[in-house]
């Protein structure tokens, strides 16, 4: 007989591990937090994940896939690099204002180097640099020299670092603004530009 999954507890133990891992850190966040935040006993956590390990990786991969399906609809959308970036930054930093424990979390888990990629996460990661670099040498908006690992870690690290900081609120503390999405764009289209190497 097929086991019944009551989403709401589902949706509540995903919303508890993020929470418990922000506030307490990956080692401090034991499965009996997590069952007690969500609600549910830890035989029902059990039932679905055979561990702490599983949880983080299955939520880590959702992350991941989120990332990464935000960017491939847009490499195959969209006609320049300025629009795709645009959009990935804007939908980031809102993410950050609505959300912004699901990027710490991401962040955290992005830092430890025991969480693995599974291999066709990072075909989805190469497929999208290559397009973006096969779009920006069609339009001159990306440096021949640009690797797939440079337009990533600029991307992707880049905004995920700057979302990290300012939730810190080492420099400020505000909500992102459409101001922030201008400026981190623009930066990026700087880096990667042809241009950016006669500006030094």
Known sequence: MARQVDENKINAIKKATVETVVIDGISGASISKIASKAG??????????????????????????????????????????EDIVTFFVKTIYEIANTRPQSISFTHKLLSDFSFELPKEFKKDVTNICQRLIKLGHKTGEIDADITDEIIYVLLVGGVLNFVNIRQRRIFEDKEFTQEDVVKTTELLLKALSPNSKNSN
């Open 40 to 81: 549910v006993s830890v035989g029902y956590l059990y039932r679905f994940y055979k561990g702490k390990r599983e949880l983080l990786e299955a939520l880590f991969e959702e992350r991941f896939q989120m990332i990464n399906n935000l960017l491939l609809d847009q490499v195959y959308t969209q006609n320049s690099v």
